[in-house]
C-alpha cells in the first residue's frame, strides 16, 4: 500500500470523491501543515494553526497510480484560488498536496507543468506542494461523513453533485458497486 495526501477545501467533499476509487483502501480525514500539536476542527477553523483539512489516502498502486490520484485531485476542485474552494474560506481550505518521497514529489511537479502547459485552467495552478508533515486524524464525526450523512444539506446541495459529475467523467476509475 501506497499513501498520498491531499488538501482540496472541505474534506467531507475529497473524502467522498476519493472513497469511490478502485483500489483505494481507505481514506482518512485530518489535519496536516500546521505549527500546533493535536489540533481539534475548531482550533483549525480559526485559520490561525496553519493546518489544512486533508485526506490521507492509502492505495494499492497495482490498480490505480499516484498519477492518476494527483489528476482526480486537480480535476475535483479548484486548484486556482487561494484558501478558498467555493464558500469555503480559510487557510485551512487551501489546495495542497503532501508529497511522500521524491517520486512522488516529481509526479506532482510534472502533473502541474504538464495542466500548465496545456492551459487546462483559465489562471495559474496555485496548489502548495510540500513534503508531508505530522497528520492528526479528525475527530470521529469527521469520518465518512458523505456517507453517514447523505440526507444532510451539505451533502444533498454540494457533495452529491461533485460526486455526480465525477462519476461522469471517472466511471471506469469507480468502485462497480457504487455505480449500480
Known amino acids: 500500500m501506497q499513501t498520498a495526501t491531499f488538501g482540496g477545501g472541505c474534506f467531507w467533499c475529497t473524502e467522498a470523491v476519493f472513497q469511490s476509487l478502485n483500489g483505494v483502501s481507505q481514506v482518512t480525514s485530518g489535519y496536516m501543515g500546521g505549527e500546533l500539536k493535536h489540533p481539534t476542527y475548531m482550533e483549525i477553523c480559526n485559520g490561525n494553526t496553519g493546518h489544512a483539512e486533508v485526506i490521507k489516502i492509502n492505495f494499492d498502486e497495482a490498480v490505480i497510480s499516484y498519477e492518476e490520484l494527483l489528476l482526480i485531485f486537480f480535476k475535483t476542485h479548484n486548484p486556482t484560488t487561494p484558501n478558498r474552494q467555493g464558500n469555503d474560506i480559510g487557510t485551512q481550505y487551501r489546495s495542497v498536496i503532501f508529497y511522500e518521497n521524491d517520486t512522488q514529489k516529481a509526479q506532482v511537479d510534472k502533473m502541474i507543468g504538464d495542466l500548465t502547459r496545456d492551459a487546462v485552467f483559465e489562471k ?8 508531508t508533515a505530522e497528520f492528526y486524524e479528525a475527530e470521529d464525526y469527521h469520518q465518512n461523513y458523505f456517507h453517514d450523512n447523505q440526507s444532510k444539506p451539505y451533502c444533498a446541495f454540494v457533495i452529491q453533485p461533485k460526486l455526480n459529475k465525477f462519476a461522469t467523467d ?3 476509475k ?4 457504487l455505480l449500480e
Open 174 to 177: 469507480i468502485k462497480p458497486e
Open 170 to 172: 471517472f466511471k471506469n
Open 124 to 131: 495559474p495552478i496555485v496548489t502548495e506542494v510540500t513534503p
